[in-house]
């Protein structure tokens, strides 16, 4: 089962994901603050394949940049 991110907040502002993996399958992102600004992603995985809703703040780079290697998006979120 998923996790829902629909109410408060959760920030991963300035976190730093560095190694291991951290996975959100079927979680639901919507109406919360939930936000990755600032955050870095220097190893291991984290994996939103399976995440719904809108994207948090911080987490999909703007234009053509590149996603983060080990940052796995669902392909609704691309810029």
Do not use: K, Q
């Amino acid at each position: 089962m998923g996790s829902a991110f629909s109410g408060g907040s959760v920030g991963f502002d300035g976190a730093t994901f560095s190694g291991g993996s951290v996975y959100f399958g079927r979680s639901t992102f919507s109406g919360s603050a939930v936000d990755f600004n600032e955050a870095r992603f220097d190893g291991g995985t984290v994996d939103l394949t399976r995440a719904t809703g809108t994207a948090p703040s911080g987490l999909v780079p703007p234009g053509e940049a590149p996603v983060p290697t080990g940052l796995l998006l669902p392909s609704t979120w691309s810029s």
